[in-house]
């Protein structure tokens, strides 16, 4: 039977092991299970792989950055943002991957307008790396937004301010804003980050990595102002499905 599973600390709330096993049911995939594996520390990771069959392991919080220490092939996007969540086995040895990046593009792309030329960044972390890299690529002009003013916080030396800095015109000049910080969070509805939400508009574009609740206050606040609104549901299915793509490939890919 072909091993996959998740790795991070603590598990309680899995997307990945649901996902898969709907998967595996709907496809008639019968040599294959995903499991999860709540390792207390990094330094059980070696010890997975004493499981032969196990062929690949998405990871999560607080493992993407430590977990790159023991992948001898990390891609290129591993590489610049410092976050690994896909691993492959293959011929004893580990290739990284982030299927983050390729999950957020694709997700993001639908409802992404000529207008959407500016984004802010709300939050620092692992998450807002990945979509720093996806708006270079984009060529989307963006600055991030942290609650502490974090000199090293952007991998592509964006300005970070403070969210007291924001103000009516910051948000008038930036159409696009993606939440990648986990605030209004289940259980923590009633949250919303503080930006001026009066300056939103119909030329708004609100994304929101969080996908439970599904409709976050801030994306509720900003569809009351017209705003198109979107949240991260699709880029866990996309990042998902690239994840399989890459476990199943005849060699593990290039990226």
Known sequence: ?????????????????????????????????????PIATIHAFNSLWENEN?????????YKKEVIAFIQHPSTVVSQINACNCIRQYKNEWYG?????????????PLLKPNHTKALILGTGGAAAAVEWVLQKLSIQYQLVSRNNQANASIFNAPVVNYSALNEDMINQHKLIINT????????????????????????????????????????????KGAAIKNGLDML????????????AAIPPIQ
């Open 1 to 37: 039977m072909r091993q996959f599973g998740l790795i991070g600390y603590p598990l309680s709330h899995s997307f990945s092991k649901g996902f898969f096993a709907e998967k595996f049911l709907k496809e008639n995939i019968v040599d294959a299970q995903y499991e999860n594996y």
């Open 237 to 248: 299915h996309f990042q998902a499905e690239e994840s399989w793509a890459i476990w199943n």
């Open 54 to 62: 196990l062929e690949g392991l998405n990871v999560t919080i607080p």
């Open 181 to 224: 910080s986990p605030i209004g969070m289940y259980p923590n509805v009633q949250e919303a980050p503080l930006i001026p939400y009066e300056a939103i508009g119909s030329g708004h574009y609100l994304y929101d990595l969080v996908y439970n609740p599904a409709e976050t206050l801030f994306l509720s606040k900003g569809k009351e």
């Open 97 to 109: 991957y982030n299927t983050d990046v390729l999950g957020f593009e694709k997700s993001l792309l």
